[in-house]
């Protein structure tokens, strides 16, 4: 006698992570927390850039590999974005994107969606795909 759920296949209740975000300013480089899902939520990662195709590539690492970056928090501890503000990093990031000039208290950013390259454990940003805005400044003023 057959079974009633033959045939019938388990629901996979693994979410996607939702679209994967580098926003660059002139002081930082942020990565949404969906960056950090789609790598497994690396400690360190690289990041590559290449040159001729405006791309930039981040990539888990370890601590100890040459030019590792401190990237996320373990899972379930890693609540937000990961922003890194290494000052070599952001100008070598930075260089591919065009800042305006943001009105007072604001500061003005660029953000690109990535591509996730699974077998390569990569997520690859297109520079030229950026879209610009400006973001109030957050936290107290200079002088207070």
Known sequence: MASALQGFEEVRLVKPAGQTVMTVTANSVKFNKSTAIELGY?????????????????????????NSVKFSKPEGKQTASVSIKDATLVAAIGKYF???????????????????????????????????????????????
């Open 42 to 66: 690396p400690a360190y990662v690289k990041v590559l850039i290449n040159d001729k195709t405006r791309q930039i590539a981040v990539t888990p690492t370890t601590a100890k590999a040459d």
């Open 98 to 144: 065009d800042l305006a000039e943001a009105p007072e208290g604001e500061i003005s950013f660029q953000s690109v969606d990535g591509t996730v390259f699974a077998n390569d454990k990569a997520v690859i940003f297109d520079a030229d795909k950026a879209t610009a805005g400006t973001m109030k400044r957050r936290g107290r003023k200079k002088g207070e």
